[in-house]
């Protein structure tokens, strides 16, 4: 299973290990939907004003 | 349960170690978005196999790769099957007669993809394009089914 999965089964505590998980999807998610806005706004249609 | 800082600043450098999601997604991305879906897109019948498949059997292939490789792959092939579609659609919305200009002007078929059709269907592709990536991003915990240690 995943690091956070036997983190928290080894230590019996679920709420850090997967609440930081969801923190870093978030973290991770944010600049690829700013790299594809910047994209978008280079080479994609331009926006209906 | 309360939350306990101490605690999650201890395990925050055994998750960074973890951070081979962002790794899978990255090659799995490239190897979607340039690779695969462009010849799911020319074998169109393929297409549906794969969009018909649950995710989890997507990683077992049968064929003895690495839990990681397998599962970059699995990722690869089963997004590239609705990103072929994507793909199918962006050249379906180039006005035909585009097409039928740049036959007038004896242009070959390399040259009215390179210069007329790709150029027109890129554009609206580029939204598209990010939704699947950070699809694939959220997909990774997935591979946790095949022994890969990744974030979740």
Known sequence: MGEARVIANYNYRYLEPFTLVGGFFLLASIPAMIGSRLLERKFGQPSVQ | ?152
């Open chain 2, 1 to 152: 349960m309360e939350w306990n800082w101490q605690f999650a600043l201890q395990i925050l450098p055994d998750l960074a170690r973890a951070l081979l999601t962002v790794e899978i997604t990255v090659v799995a991305s490239a190897l979607a978005i340039c690779g695969v879906s462009p010849c799911f897109s020319c074998a169109y019948r393929h297409t549906g196999r794969f969009r018909r498949l649950p995710i989890v059997l997507s990683r077992r292939s049968g064929i003895s790769l690495s839990p990681l490789t397998t599962g970059i792959i699995g990722i690869a092939v089963y997004n590239s099957a609705y990103l072929s579609e994507a793909y199918r659609g962006a050249v379906l919305s180039v006005n035909k007669v585009q097409i039928e200009a740049a036959v007038a002007c004896n242009l070959g078929r390399y040259a009215t993809w390179r210069y007329v059709i790709i150029p027109q269907a890129l554009p609206p592709l580029i939204p598209v394009l990010g939704n699947y990536v950070i699809a694939m991003l959220k997909e990774t915990p997935i591979l946790s089914a095949i022994t890969v240690l990744e974030l979740y």
